[in-house]
Structures are given as C-alpha cells and as structure tokens.
C-alpha cells in the first residue's frame, strides 16, 4: 500500500471529472474504487469533500488516500498505454509489414471511441502498435464492438489512403462467418433492402438501430441507403441453427445484423436484432437454443482479400474464431477446414 499523496491538477490535464483525472492517474484503480473513496471522503479536492463526477481544474490539490499496489504487468507504459492491453492488442495481430498492420480484432473491444464506447478501443491503443516506426498506425476501417475478425491499420497517410480507396471502391473482398437461428431458404441468394437509421434515441439503443426497406419502397424513403448482402449456408443443425458465409456488398452500418434478422434468421446473440430471443420469425431458435451455446454475438470478420497498397500483391488476411465461436464449432462438430474459404467463388 501506498501513503496517502496531495497531487496537483497540472496545466496539461486541464479542466476534467475527478473520476476522470483519477483514472489517468491510477489505471489499476477501478470506478466502483474510486466512487466509494470519494463517497467515504478519502479523496478530497482543496481539503473538500467532492463526487467523483465533480469537476477538477489545473491547480486544485487532490488528496489521493492509501492505494493498493499495482502488479508489474498493470502499470502505465511509456505510451499511456497498460502492460496487459498492450500484450492483448500486440498478440491480436496477424499480419504486419513496413505498410499496413492486419487484426484479428477480440470480440468485446470497440474499433474507435464514441458515444457508449468507453476509453478503451482499438484507436486508443495503436501506440502500442507502433513497433518502432514514429507514428502510430490509423484505422482504415471499423468493426462493430461485439463483431470480431480482420482489422486493417496503415502506418502511413498514402497508405491508409489506399487502401480506404479500394474499400469504398470494392476492390476488395470481405467473407464474415455467423451462426443464426434457422435454415435459410433458399440456402444460398442476395438480400437486397436498403437500410436507414431507425427513428428515436432512447436508452436502449433505438436510434442506432437499422431498418430495412424493400427495394420495391426505397423511393419512398429518401434517407434509405442500398445495401445488398450474399450469402451462402455452409452448413446447419436440423432446422435449429446454421452456419453462414456473409459478403456485404456495400458496407452499411449493422447491414450484415439487419439483413440477416429481415430474412428472419438473426445472428446468434445479436440483442438489437432478435438473436437473443427464444422465438424468431425463421424455423428454430435464436440465442435461446440453450445447452452450452454462448450468449455473445456470432459474426466473425474471417477473411479479408486485397492488392497490397504498395507491392501491388494480392493478399489474403484470414482470422482465427474468437473463443465463443470456437467453442460453438467445437459443442456442434463444425470443423472449419470442412468447408471452401470463399464458397461464393467456388458455387458460382
């Protein structure tokens, strides 16, 4: 344990909440820590009592009661960023070269901070992606927090750049796996909605919500974006669940989750879209199945085809499941060398 330490706001962490400026401070030390210090008056600001979310400005002494000693491995780097997070995000890479870093993104970590998102995001720890070179690597794309997979970052302006380019143009191939509820029928088509944000901001999400309309319709809904969705059944249980092969066409927000929740197949563990729910509106059931099946979302980003920015190659990233996932192959007999890696190129 440490002594009890009167700390200064200093210039540079300028005007912030106290829980703020103590987590800055003190990583290891968790809110519900911090909360109750502040609570009991063991943190004190100018010799008064304050909230956590009390506001802190430079030059304020903060009274820093006796805290518990941090293991080796918690303790702030150089960069600002953990021990443990930088040997989580150093052991998620899959690729690197003197251009481009390529992730297999862990399910659970946001690509980029945001509303709802927390401090802690893929963006946030890129300096620990810096293996040397001076700057630090820059997202060219984003997964959804929950979704995991392959994660391109280019060291360079010329090469993020590039490679955006290619992704908003096409020129690049993207294969993601799920498992959702039912069997799709036919097992293998487009699904072709546009999709536009849902209506209202409330406390569970609402507004982030995406709803499909039918292409027949979409004139009538100037806000509704195109989107197109193929897939193909790689394999299924009874009429209960299936595994999938998704490309997205186009690259909207949740289309993979709204177009797949439309055809009346939700992805596994998708809450937003009824891949929580017992009953859906396919055959079979959703997250509800029961067993030894995980809760979390199964929609993984498996592969990844693009031209090397530079050396002009064609390149084929390919992502490991995430635990969860794995663990469903394993409780369902899936073997993921039983099936093509791009059915879509083989089936035509």
């Known amino acids: 344990m440490s002594g009890v ?5 200093s210039e540079d962490e300028g005007e912030q909440r106290l829980d703020k400026w103590f987590k800055r401070r003190f990583p290891h030390v968790t809110q519900g820590a911090v909360e109750k210090m502040c609570r009991t008056g063991q943190v004190r600001v100018d010799s008064a009592r304050a909230k956590a979310s009390d506001r802190v400005v430079p030059g304020q002494v903060i009274r820093v009661p006796p805290l518990p000693d941090v293991d080796a491995p ?15 995000i150093q052991a998620a890479v899959i690729f690197k070269d003197e251009h481009l870093i390529v992730l297999n993104k862990p399910p659970g ?5 945001g509303s709802g998102q927390g401090d802690r995001h893929v963006d946030g720890l890129t300096e620990a ?12 794309h984003r997964l959804d927090k929950d979704t995991s997979g392959v994660l391109m970052l280019a060291r360079t302006d010329r090469v993020a750049r590039a490679l955006s380019e290619a992704l908003r143009h096409r020129n690049a191939r993207k294969i993601y796996w799920a498992v959702v509820a039912g069997v799709p029928n036919p097992r293998q088509g487009s699904i072709k909605y546009a999709l536009m944000k849902a209506p209202g901001h409330g406390r569970g999400g609402e507004g982030e919500k995406m709803i499909c309309i039918h292409p027949a319709k979409a004139k009538d809904f100037p806000e509704a ?29 949740h ?3 709204a177009h797949m929740a439309e055809l009346g197949h939700p992805i596994l563990g998708d809450g937003k879209y009824g891949g929580s729910e017992a009953d859906n509106k396919g055959e079979g ?7 030894d099946l995980s809760k979390k979302l199964h929609l993984h980003a498996r592969s990844l085809t693009i031209e090397h920015p530079i050396t ?20 369902l007999d899936w073997k993921e060398d039983d099936v093509p890696a791009d059915p879509f190129e083989v089936f035509k």
């Open 225 to 253: 974006k195109r989107a197109q969705t193929d897939y193909f059944t790689l394999w299924f249980l009874g009429n209960r669940l299936s595994w999938m092969a998704l490309e997205p066409v186009t690259g909207r927000t």
């Open 74 to 88: 918690s303790r702030p780097r150089p960069d600002g960023v953990n021990a443990a997070d930088a040997r989580m």
């Open 5 to 9: 330490k009167l700390l200064t706001v």
């Open 129 to 140: 992606l810096k293996f040397g070179y001076k700057d630090r690597p820059k997202l060219v």
């Open 285 to 291: 059931w959703g997250a509800g199945i029961g067993g």
């Open 109 to 113: 970590l946001p690509s980029q901070g």
């Open 255 to 257: 289309q993979l989750r």
């Open 312 to 331: 002009k190659s064609l390149m084929t990233f390919t992502a490991p499941l995430p635990d969860h996932m794995a663990r469903t192959w394993k409780l």
